[in-house]
């Protein structure tokens, strides 16, 4: 019973920003700063304003589902922002692994796509793919390119339909 609150006390409201609900469900552990997802969230409103709406057209088409183009956008918008890997983290998560390391491994993960004809969502979802790991994870010098042809592989099985 002393876990629980008692009747006359309520729960503390429900934070009000994107980032403190982030806070809030995902606790101190993070991808980037609370406060870049806000901004990010508040251009992406700035911005919304000169969109053209290319959904209007299918307004009575029930299968093109244009009533829920907004809602998914700002899903996928608020998704990639939490996503988003940490730009510092060369310095601050890896001690084995620098800026030019990285830059060598996607040199050599360039060349790997063009020889097997991979096409170019491959490559770019392959690279945010170690950056996100490289962000949370330290990885030793002999296991990078092991990171980042597997990330590579996770990404063409996405991306890469035909054989």
């Given at each position: 019973a002393s876990a629980?609150?008692?009747?006359?006390q309520q729960a503390p409201p429900p934070p009000t920003s994107f980032a403190s609900q982030l806070q809030h469900t995902l606790g101190q552990q993070q991808f980037c700063d609370p406060t870049l997802i806000d901004r990010g969230l508040q251009h992406a409103d700035k911005r919304r304003r000169d969109w053209i709406d290319v959904d209007?057209?299918?307004?009575?088409?029930?299968?093109?589902?244009?009533?829920?183009?907004?809602?998914?956008?700002?899903?996928?918008?608020?998704?990639?922002?939490?996503?988003?890997?940490?730009?510092?983290?060369?310095?601050?998560?890896?001690?084995?692994?620098?800026?030019?390391?990285?830059?060598?491994?996607?040199?050599?993960?360039?060349?790997?796509?063009?020889?097997?004809?991979?096409?170019?969502?491959?490559?770019?979802?392959?690279?945010?793919?170690?950056?996100?790991?490289l962000s949370i994870h330290p990885v030793q010098r002999s296991n990078l390119q092991l990171v980042g042809i597997a990330c590579m592989w996770i990404a063409s099985k996405y991306e890469e339909i035909y054989p």
């Open positions: 629980q609150q008692p009747l006359n209007a057209l299918n307004e009575d088409d029930t299968q093109a589902c244009s009533a829920y183009a907004v809602p998914i956008f700002e899903h996928l918008r608020e998704a990639e922002l939490v996503r988003r890997p940490n730009a510092l983290y060369p310095e601050a998560f890896q001690t084995d692994v620098n800026a030019k390391m990285r830059a060598i491994l996607v040199d050599w993960l360039v060349e790997v796509a063009e020889e097997y004809k991979l096409c170019a969502d491959t490559l770019y979802l392959s690279v945010n793919y170690i950056d996100r790991f």
